[in-house]
């Protein structure tokens, strides 16, 4: 029997039948005219569904919120010229946090590239420093392989965003439509196997330790490992702080966790980090947000160093044991070997930390101040109410207020900007992550600031049955740089006062866009909102809360000090009581 030449497809069609092939199940986009012609057959695909955003940014957050949720490779869409551009700032997102999406541009067409074609962005070289790799696709032939493989590098290793750029006549011309078998990547090659020599190694360190800490980063979360750290710290009884991104890889109720480290850390999770003599770092990078003034970070704490990306291994610290590995098998190869261990009895170390715990971060905030909303308590209150759902939240007061307060008992339901800090990202990340995950309760904690930026997307929720809730806290001000203001800048407050309580009128603005709008200004307001909230489940829902501006995150370490200069409030420090180490 003669073999069956492949069908002859146009570069749009393939690009259509490609994405199916590799499972996507929605595409976030707006249509222009160098993409056009791949948007028809992509509005007759009934496998893949588009969803029409009101800006390319939100399309590219809500591809993060959709791979974040689900653990696939999220996709948006755009033309070429302004359309790509405005894709960029969530491409450097995904970047920075090691989100997987890969991004679809159209192009001029190949003849006109480099001529300033209207609508012509170099836009493999714009997003070059923010990419794990891109593409630039001048033939029909060409796209099914560049779809493959731009999946595969996006899921794989560190995941991280892959930029598609396809000139306007690849996907106009025709050409066979030949599918990729096992794909070859010279030079692609993740390490995701650790090898034992350093696995034993750092079995050596932990045992010779006395203050070791878990130090755990997103990296965690990414390799699905949860189960296997909170494994690994109960065999050795070893004290686990989780940073920004890793929220939610071991539980905020199990004994041995000492919170959040960092520039807004816990002081329990900041003096576990600064007077440990070991660090296992599981997925983490040393972020300066982490480590404060680098020559002063954990001076006398020897280093093992886990991460799928060997780039990160001694970037920012010295490494007394790198080893590069997916984060899951090393876990998995270290507890082999830690299980029958004769480990020395961290009980001081524990005790010591648990002791700072208890005194620094067990703190009640009052339901108000001056007759305002206390925003600490509006964001307790709310996860008391809400539960295990997921959580989205913008960039500033509001994203440590509830990186701190909302209750994070498993991993993968946090979804923030962290190495980026995105302000406008809480929207369209909860919009996708609740396309990811229907069935889920998705809550956004934004602040007015944020809000501002990227709200239009209520619309695109409205008109999709995308029934998000998102928490307004407003505070009249972008209270993060208003707090350097106030500690800093002698209470100078330039250009951080939004001005006015009702410009916007957030729940009218809600309305307007298809979504209920709330508003609380007292607690029992925040009883009555919230519980609305809860129950509307066929519609986006905005709950604004009116919040006093001059509430201040604490602990707090100013840039470029030492960790062990962290305050607790204004001019006043912990007491590490250091004696009874």
């Known amino acids: 029997m003669a073999e069956q030449s492949p069908k002859t497809l146009t570069g749009a069609q393939a690009l ?27 509005g007759q695909s009934k496998l893949v569904r588009h969803i029409l955003v009101r800006h390319e940014q939100g399309a590219a957050h809500a591809a993060e919120g959709y791979a974040m949720t689900t653990g696939r490779v999220g996709v948006c869409m755009a033309t070429s010229g302004p359309g790509a551009t405005n894709l960029v700032t969530g491409i450097a997102d995904a970047y920075m946090d090691s989100v997987p999406i890969v991004a679809i541009t159209g192009q001029v067409a190949s003849a006109s590239i480099g001529t300033d074609a209207f609508q012509e962005a170099d836009i493999r070289g714009i997003t070059f420093p923010v990419t794990k790799h891109s593409f630039l696709v001048t033939r029909a032939e060409d796209i099914p392989t560049a779809i493959k493989q731009a999946f595969h590098i996006a899921r794989t290793g560190r995941p991280g965003p892959v930029l598609v750029d396809i000139a306007k006549d690849a996907l106009a011309n025709e050409a066979p439509f030949e599918w990729p078998g096992d794909l070859d990547l010279p030079g692609y090659r993740p390490v995701l196997h650790p090898h034992i020599k350093q696995i034993r190694e750092a079995a050596r360190l932990i045992s010779e330790s006395r203050r070791p800490v878990l130090y755990v980063g997103g990296g965690v979360v990414k390799a699905q490992a949860s189960e296997q750290l909170t494994e690994l710290a109960h065999i050795a009884e070893i004290p686990v702080v989780t940073t920004l991104m890793a929220r939610g890889a071991f539980p905020d109720s199990d004994p041995l966790h000492m919170g959040m480290p960092g520039m807004h850390g816990r002081v329990a999770a900041v003096g576990a980090l600064q007077r440990s003599d070991l660090l296992i770092t599981l997925g983490a990078r040393f972020d300066d947000r982490v480590t404060g003034k680098l020559a002063t970070f954990a001076p006398n704490a020897k280093v093992i160093h886990a991460d799928v990306d060997p780039a990160e291994i001694g970037k920012n610290r010295a490494v007394d044991v790198p080893i590069v590995g997916d984060v899951k098998e090393v876990l998995t190869e270290l507890i082999e070997i830690m299980r029958g261990a004769d ?32 925003p600490e308590w509006v964001i307790k209150r709310l996860g008391e109410v809400a539960g295990d759902c997921f959580y989205a939240s913008g960039v500033g007061q509001h994203q440590m207020w509830a990186a701190h307060l909302l209750p994070f008992e498993k991993p993968g339901r946090w979804l923030n900007s962290g190495g980026a800090g995105t302000m406008g990202y809480c929207v369209p990340a909860a919009m996708g992550g609740k396309v990811g995950r229907p069935e889920e309760v998705v809550w956004g904690i934004d602040g007015d ?33 208003r707090q350097w ?16 309580l009702r410009v916007p009128d957030f729940p009218k603005l809600a309305e307007a866009m298809g979504a209920v709008g709330l508003r609380a200004e007292t607690p029992e307001e925040v009883e009555d909102a919230l519980a609305q909230a809860m129950e509307i489940n066929d519609r986006p829902v905005v709950v604004e809360f009116v919040c006093h501006k001059d509430a201040m995150v604490w602990p707090m370490v100013a840039a470029g000090t030492s960790n062990d200069d962290i305050k607790i409030a204004k001019d006043m420090a912990p007491d590490w009581e250091d004696e009874i180490l």
Do not use: H
């Open 449 to 481: 600031g944020c809000f501002q930026m990227t709200n239009q997307e209520l619309v695109t929720c409205a008109l999709n049955d995308i029934p998000i809730k998102i928490a307004v806290i407003n505070n009249q001000s972008l209270g993060m740089v």
């Open 485 to 500: 203001q106030t500690l800093f800048y002698g209470e100078r407050y330039s250009n951080t006062n939004l001005e006015s």
């Open 16 to 42: 259509v039948e490609s994405l199916e092939r590799v499972g996507v199940e929605v595409v976030f986009g707006i249509p222009g005219g160098a993409i056009l012609p791949a948007y028809d057959p992509l």
């Open 343 to 374: 480990l020395p009895d961290f009980g001081p170390w524990t005790t010591y930390l648990s002791s700072l715990r208890d005194k620094y971060d067990r703190i009640e905030y009052e339901p108000t101040k001056d007759g305002l909303l206390s």
